[in-house]
């Protein structure tokens, strides 16, 4: 069987996750999204039989071939960015967690006309400041609130974060800490958003004391990447 030591590496984690909502004193639920990027479709099947019933993949045309060979009826989740000529692929999708600017909103909108269903998606926001990351900063997401509001084909459910690599503690709950002011200027804006979408493999137990709902899993899951 591939990854032997999911299970057990799951309990661990979810005990790091309890301490860290203990800690946090937010008392939040918090689902793992099992990254399986760059892993075939049977670390998929290994999530599912380990329990997990969400699955992360950043880049939306791996993670559709992969579809193809998956049976576990797990919920896919879009962690990466997305071309606006490929809005189609979230029709597969039960959560797009990279929601970077007001033309793909509105692209994503667009689909939803056409297909009659509403798109769940996060705003992901840029709060470490790195100029490599996307996402809106938070003075761009309180102007850009009034314009999601008005897109009936997305349901806003929150926010998300990427922090630096390797960032010392400061820096990640001021990160963190960002999103969480991010999610509430979409809750002050009128719009349904409860998640928070932060930590990943380094990072997870600082952003589940800062509130994360949703850590985004890979390494510490699967092991290394092979690229
Ligand atoms: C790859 C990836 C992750 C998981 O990273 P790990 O450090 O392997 O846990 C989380 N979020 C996003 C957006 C990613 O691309």
Known sequence: MPFPWLAERVAEIR???DAGVARGGRGQKVEIVA???TF???AVQAAWEAGLRDVG???VQEAVDKMDHVTA???WHLIGHL???KVRHLDRFALFHALDSLRLAEAID???QGTGRQFRVLVQVNTSGEESKGGFALGELRAAIQRLRGLPGLEVAGAMTMAPYEADEATLRRTFGGCREALRLLQDGGLPAT???MGMSGDYAVAVEEGATLVRLGTILFGARVP
């Open 15 to 17: 005990s790091t996750i």
């Open 110 to 112: 667009e689909r939803a």
């Open 40 to 42: 075939g479709a049977e």
């Open 83 to 85: 071309q606006r000529n």
């Open 73 to 75: 009826p797990v919920s």
């Open 195 to 197: 998640e928070l979408s």
């Open 35 to 37: 990254v399986t990027k």
């Open 57 to 59: 993949e950043n880049r």
